[in-house]
C-alpha cells in the first residue's frame, strides 16, 4: 500500500515551453500532497504544500506564478513549470499524506521527474 | 527553531559490516514525529520508519534498527549486516507540527556506500 506514481519520470523540454508533471496516490485518498525540488546531492527542499479543493500553499522564494500547483481531487495534484528555463532543471519530487491528513502521517514519495530545460 | 543534522556526509563500508547513521534534531514542540527515508540511485525516496515523540522504545526490523533517545535529540539507524543493496542516500525528517505545520524538516542525508 502507499504507493504514489509520478509522471513523466524523465522530461526535456527546450527553453520557454511549459512543463506539467503529474503526481497521483494509487492506492490512498491524500488530502495533502507537497512538492519538492532536489538538486544533485543536496536535500530535498519542500516548495509547496498542496490541499485538495485550495490553493497551495507555496514556501518563501518559491514563484507562485512560475510553479502552477492543482489539486483538483483526493488522488492528483499536478505541477507546472511555465515557461521553463535552464535554470529550472532539476530533481522535482512529490508526496502525499493520509486522508487524515494530520502531520503525524507518514508522506510517501513518488518516483521523481528529471526536468532537463536546454 | 526546528532542524535535523545528519553530520556524516558520505559513509563507506564492506559488505557484511554494521553500520549507524547517525541523526540529530532540534525543536520545541514536545510532540513531534521522526522518520527515515531511503533514496537509492533511481532517486525515490521510500519510507522506513516513523516514531512520534511519546515512544522511546528502539525498533528493530530485520538487518535495520532504530535506537530514539530523546534525552539527546538523536534517533540513529543502524544497519546490521550491510549489503550492497543498502547502498543510498538515507535522509531523517522530523515533523513538528506546532512549529512548523505540515512540512517536513530533512536533514542533509548520509551518502552510504557498501562495497562488496
Known amino acids: 500500500g502507499a504507493v504514489v506514481s509520478q509522471h513523466p519520470s524523465r522530461v526535456i523540454c527546450k527553453s520557454g515551453t511549459s512543463v506539467k508533471i503529474e503526481c497521483r496516490s494509487l492506492?490512498?485518498?491524500?488530502?495533502?500532497m507537497f512538492w519538492y525540488r532536489q538538486f544533485p546531492k543536496q536535500s530535498l527542499m519542500l516548495m509547496a504544500t498542496?490541499?485538495?479543493?485550495?490553493?497551495?500553499?507555496?514556501e518563501q522564494g518559491v514563484e507562485k506564478d512560475k510553479f502552477l500547483i492543482n489539486h483538483a481531487s483526493l488522488t492528483l495534484s499536478t505541477l507546472t513549470v511555465t515557461s521553463a528555463h535552464p535554470e529550472d532543471s532539476s530533481f522535482y519530487i512529490c508526496?502525499?499524506?493520509?486522508?487524515?491528513?494530520?502531520?503525524?502521517?507518514?508522506?510517501?514519495f513518488g518516483p521523481g521527474t528529471r526536468l532537463l530545460v536546454l | 527553531a526546528q532542524k535535523v543534522t545528519q553530520a556524516q556526509t558520505e559513509i563507506s563500508v564492506v559488505e557484511k559490516e554494521d553500520v549507524t547513521l547517525d541523526c540529530v534534531y532540534e525543536?520545541?514542540?514536545?510532540?513531534?514525529?521522526l522518520f527515515w527515508y531511503k533514496q537509492p540511485p533511481s532517486g525515490e525516496l521510500v519510507f522506513l520508519i516513523r516514531?512520534?515523540?511519546?515512544?522511546?522504545q528502539n525498533e528493530i526490523s530485520g538487518r535495520y534498527s532504530w535506537n530514539f533517545q530523546k534525552s539527546t535529540s538523536s534517533f540513529n539507524f543502524t544497519i546490521t549486516a550491510s549489503q550492497v543493496v543498502d547502498s543510498a542516500v538515507y535522509f531523517c525528517?522530523?515533523?513538528?507540527?506546532?512549529?512548523?505545520?505540515?512540512?517536513?524538516?530533512f536533514g542533509e542525508g548520509t551518502q552510504l556506500t557498501v562495497n562488496p
Open positions: 498542496s490541499n485538495e479543493g485550495s490553493k497551495a500553499t507555496y
Open positions: 525543536t520545541r514542540d514536545t510532540t513531534y514525529y
Open positions: 492506492d490512498f485518498q491524500a488530502t495533502t
Open positions: 516514531r512520534n515523540s511519546f515512544d522511546e
Open positions: 525528517a522530523l515533523s513538528d507540527p506546532e512549529t512548523s505545520g505540515s512540512r517536513l524538516t
Open positions: 508526496s502525499a499524506r493520509g486522508l487524515s491528513g494530520g502531520p503525524q502521517e507518514t508522506q510517501y
